[in-house]
């Protein structure tokens, strides 16, 4: 897996209410910052940031993007991922972050 930084954490994944919303895990605060800090040079426009993910032993490519009203970043997870890795909506998981 591609990344320079390693963070894990536990996540409780969420839907967004709106109709179809995507689901997200929420990067933790003081991960969030740490990054902001000092990998911001390497977002790509709207906060968006290349990570690879590990979660229940599957692991793909995806991007972080920063939500400026939390202060974090926010990790979408695709049905295909979630349908992949048995992941169900209000689950708390462990992750792995690599960017």
């Known amino acids: ?7 894990q ?5 969420w839907k ?5 919303g995507w689901h997200f895990i929420t990067i933790p605060k ?4 740490e990054i902001r800090e000092t990998l911001q ?3 790509e426009g709207w906060g968006r ?9 599957i692991s793909w490519k995806t991007s ?3 939500d400026t009203k939390i202060n974090c970043y926010i990790l979408p997870v695709k049905a295909e991922i979630r349908k992949k890795a048995a992941i169900k909506k209000d689950q708390k998981l ?3 972050l690599l960017v």
């Open 41 to 43: 040079w390497q977002e």
């Open 16 to 20: 967004d209410n709106i109709e179809g």
């Open 1 to 7: 897996m591609e990344g320079k930084i390693k963070y």
């Open 30 to 33: 003081a991960f969030s910052k």
């Open 94 to 96: 462990q992750v792995t």
């Open 49 to 57: 940031m290349k990570a690879s993910i590990i979660i229940n032993n």
């Open 64 to 66: 972080i993007w920063f």
């Open 9 to 13: 954490f536990s996540g409780q994944i």
